[in-house]
């Protein structure tokens, strides 16, 4: 089972807001989660995402992918240079 890190869509017609989940990559983009990790808003900037930092890194330690617009979230967060830190910590 191959596991991702992604957007899920809410909120009303042309006004959209996202759910940052944890998911199977077979399942619909709407569909079933493992875990929700947090919010994003694309009206406001990228840096006041809601991450839950914790859930956040716990699944990209035990290998979940991040989609491309999760990846460049968790860029502007400081979450990917967190990863790596501990990455290579657990060397």
Avoid: C
């Avoid at 199977?24 to 991450?51: H, L, N, T, W």
């Amino acid at each position: 089972m191959s596991v991702k890190i992604r957007l899920t869509r809410i909120g009303r017609h042309k006004d959209a807001i996202y759910r940052i989940v944890v998911a199977d990559s077979r399942s619909a983009r709407d569909g079933r989660y493992v875990e929700q990790i947090g919010f994003y808003d694309p009206a406001k900037p990228e840096e006041a995402a809601d991450i839950n930092e914790e859930l956040a890194l716990k699944w990209l330690m035990k290998g979940a992918l991040p989609s491309d617009s999760i990846k460049t979230l968790f860029t502007k967060k400081g979450l990917i240079e967190k990863y790596n830190q501990a990455k290579k910590e657990a060397k």
